[in-house]
């Protein structure tokens, strides 16, 4: 029921006595990020994480959004189908002060075998989306903690290879289990 049209649809099938049955799941906000090795929250990075939609019921970006207040609020940012409104969305995060180099993430296809993964910033993401040729569905991750993927890719991991980074944050120390 994360903007989608699930709580829509069972709410029609309802006013038309149609038995439902609700069976949660997880978010490709959440499991899709996670699947291409980006938790989205760390506990060296965020203490929130704001999941927002790219485009309102019209197709249209959102009007209605306070990017500033988004932006101030929330350390990671998990935007839902923005590849369409990916120059206005990064246009008003950077006007309301997110730096032009913050690591930014977009998957496409999440946990499927045509899955993409781009790793990029705020301020190169239009041209690497247009170099990449990617298209949606898509999540776009925007935060430190995209910077997690060089140390837990393990899709890359079974395939032989080494981690990029395993310290990407630079904490200089080992990572905590507890």
């Known amino acids: 029921f994360v903007f989608g049209r699930g709580g829509e649809e069972a709410q029609t099938l309802v006013q038309h006595q149609i038995p439902i049955r609700i069976i949660p799941g997880i978010s490709a906000g959440i499991g899709g990020l996670a699947y291409a090795g980006i938790p989205v929250t760390h506990r060296d990075v ?6 927002v939609t ?3 019921q019209s197709g249209e970006s959102p009007s209605s959004l306070n990017w500033k207040a988004i932006s101030d609020g929330s350390q990671v940012l998990v935007i ?3 590849i369409k409104h990916i120059s206005r ?3 008003e995060l950077i006007k309301a002060g997110r730096s032009i180099s913050e690591p930014v993430a977009v998957v496409t296809n999440a946990t499927t075998d045509n899955q993409q993964v781009l ?3 705020l301020g190169s993401i239009k041209v690497d989306l247009e170099k990449a040729g990617m298209s949606p569905p898509a999540i776009i ?6 910077l997690m993927r060089q140390a837990l890719d393990w899709q890359s991991m079974i395939s032989g290879n080494s981690p990029r980074n395993t310290d990407p944050l630079n904490r200089g ?4 289990a507890s």
């Open 46 to 51: 965020n203490q929130s994480v704001t999941f």
């Open 54 to 56: 790219g485009h309102d």
């Open 80 to 82: 839902y189908m923005g």
């Open 89 to 91: 969305i990064t246009s």
């Open 119 to 121: 790793e990029t910033t």
């Open 141 to 146: 991750c925007v935060g430190k903690s995209v």
């Open 173 to 176: 120390r080992p990572a905590e």
